[in-house]
């Protein structure tokens, strides 16, 4: 018999045009914590991303969540692929924040979750008290749109997990080094079985988006000078989507973030050796108290 998980699997209901869908989440820690984190993955990515990090913290006192967003990990996926968009994630993010019950909460965002984390942020009344962003900031290349539209969505099927492992490690190897052990994590953790095989636990329907991607990059300094909360950056050194010259800017306007920059890294470091894990829970533990996470 295996050993229990060491976090609650749970879910909420959340609501599109279509009608009801489920997102699931890891409930890590008590309840009764120091605080609550939440933790956002990137866009094909799930929240198992967290475990090494969601177990450090937990093991510090905080409570941290961890969703699968829609369409990802073992979430619902939705009926029509234009309701995959920020209008819909904030929501259900929304919803979750309700689910959870807490008035006050940090935020971990990599990638696209670090967008969700500035956009909820930037709103007036807003529950987070810090906010992390894992290489993500206000302007978006579309150099790096590109890159994402050339895989994002694409079904392919493996024979078993070391063939899902070898193409996983090839798509995501720039996120930066992992050990073989967490590589094994990563790739059960990203497929499900299908037909005698696996695929990936994503819908290629998120896609969609990406399939006329513009000619200009994405620009959201407006967003960014709304916020006020601290605020930390990570950058991963050699990342061609969080460029230096925005890093830069964003230390200089709106919260100001502080900057760390994570060698050997592009997009998007993983947060899972033991190096970045001490620069998430020194960075809470720095934010002490200030979002208690208690129920309201």
């Not at 914590?33 to 956002?40: E, I």
Request: hydrophobic share 45%; charged share 20%.
């Amino acid at each position: 018999m295996s050993a229990p998980a060491p976090y609650r699997r749970e879910t909420v209901s959340c609501l599109s045009a279509a009608g009801f869908h489920r997102m699931a989440y890891r409930d890590w820690g008590p309840p009764a914590a120091r605080g609550v984190v939440v933790c956002v993955h990137g866009l094909t990515r799930n929240g198992s991303d967290f475990d090494p990090l969601a177990a450090a913290l937990a093991a510090e006192g905080w409570r941290v969540v961890c969703p699968d967003v829609v369409g990802r990990g073992t979430s619902d996926w939705l009926a029509d692929a234009n309701a995959y968009g920020y209008q819909q994630y904030l929501a259900d993010m929304t919803a979750l924040m309700a689910r959870i019950g807490v008035e006050e909460l940090h935020w971990v965002g990599t990638s696209m979750g670090g967008l969700f984390g500035m956009m909820l942020a930037a709103a007036a009344g807003t529950p987070l008290r810090s906010l992390l962003l894992n290489d993500v900031g206000p302007v978006i290349p579309k150099a790096a749109l590109a890159h994402i539209a050339g895989y994002v969505g694409k079904a392919p099927s493996f024979a078993d997990l070391a063939a899902a492992e070898a193409y996983l490690r090839d798509i995501y190897g720039a996120f930066g080094p992992l050990s073989d052990e967490h590589w094994r994590q990563v790739a059960a953790q990203s497929v499900f079985a299908s037909d005698g095989g696996y695929r990936l636990s994503y819908d290629p329907k998120i896609a969609e988006a990406f399939k006329a991607p513009g000619d200009e990059d994405i620009a959201l300094w407006e967003v960014w000078d709304r916020i006020t909360v601290p605020t930390l950056t990570l950058r991963g050194a050699v990342s061609e989507l969080l460029l230096p010259a925005t890093a830069e800017v964003m230390t200089r306007r709106g919260p100001k973030s502080a900057l760390t920059e994570i060698p050997d890294c592009g997009h998007a470091p993983w947060l899972m050796s033991d190096d970045q894990i001490a620069l998430v829970v020194d960075w809470l533990d720095r934010q002490g108290q200030s979002g208690d996470g208690r129920a309201g």
